[in-house]
């Protein structure tokens, strides 16, 4: 199964290299770097790396979604919007990091779904889709084949719980446990809720 | 002050974005990404990242070391350890994780120093160099400029407790809290130094 991580200017470093450290332990996922155009795209920590361009991703799949500054212009995207709804509607999974849950709510694939976003920019990502029923209070929340966390280190946790629910408990901590990892498991707890 | 990422073939995607994402939010710190030879650097996880020849990287500074499969080979690269010695000799600061601390141990520059690595090959680490005083309970361990980190997630916690170090505790905090990690902030505990 490919793993589609799409990415765009200004994204933040750890919302993607989390799920991918987490996703890249399996075996049989193929991971792959996609953006609009393809070609080279700065995180906001100015990492540069290149990515080919969404349209040719292979249907199926997991697509990953991490958040950022970037996001808070592209919500207003029609073109990048376009894309991402068109590769999260073909993934069989799809994960979001962040305000990367504010990128898929703008596409209206969350509405009437649950989702959650992270805690200091929590207002504004509701506000860009109040159909959303947007749960405060999770460190990750899982809506049939739509995964979405809260911020950057939530998405560790979040694919931990995604392997969980794909191949058992077992695999989700061994891998924890291989990089040294100390799980948040419960997905209903969230110590940063109450600071947002 | 430049944070200069030293990139090698097949490196572990998350040893390097924990300490980048942490690192990130100083605003006077500026990332750059090197590696021996300059040009495209693949991690583990297929992550395809542009770097610059690390003779062009200037002095000073805090250099960071990730680990990965790619040490194995590397730690008999007398190549790549000489540059890493002169960018490690140059910097203020040293920061490793997981299996770049053999690379480092490799130099000599660690002789006689505490040092520390991950636990599931923290055997062959501290086969790597007999002069290092190895710590092998240690989330992560301070000997000078070095800070040396246990397996992967370690990296994050290290990073957090440099910045507690170089700006003070509410710093680390906050930072932690911005991108909402649960920061083990105790150096000298180590939940897996028993599982290794």
Request: one cysteine or more.
């Amino acid at each position: 199964m490919n793993v589609n991580i799409f990415l765009f200017e200004d994204f933040e470093t750890l919302d993607a290299f989390g799920p991918i450290e987490i996703l890249g332990k399996i075996d049989t996922y193929k991971l792959k770097y996609y953006s609009l155009n393809g070609g080279i795209i700065m995180s906001t920590q100015g990492t540069s790396i290149i990515t080919e361009k969404v349209e040719t991703a292979t249907k199926g799949g997991i697509l990953v979604i991490p958040g950022g500054k970037g996001t808070r212009t592209l919500v207003n995207d029609s073109q990048l919007l376009q894309a991402l709804k068109e590769a999260a509607e073909l993934s069989n999974y799809c994960l979001s990091v962040c305000t990367g849950s504010a990128l898929l709510a703008k596409t209206g694939l969350l509405d009437n779904k649950k989702a959650t976003s992270n805690k200091k920019a929590f207002d504004w990502v509701a506000s860009v889709n109040s159909s959303v029923n947007w749960i405060r209070s999770a460190r990750w929340v899982v809506d049939g084949k739509y995964y979405t966390s809260s911020g950057v280190s939530a998405g560790i946790d979040m694919t931990l719980g995604f392997i969980k629910d794909r191949f058992g408990e077992q695999e989700a901590k061994d891998i924890a446990n291989h990089i040294e990892y100390i799980w948040n498991e419960d997905c209903s707890k969230d110590v940063f809720a109450k600071e947002g």
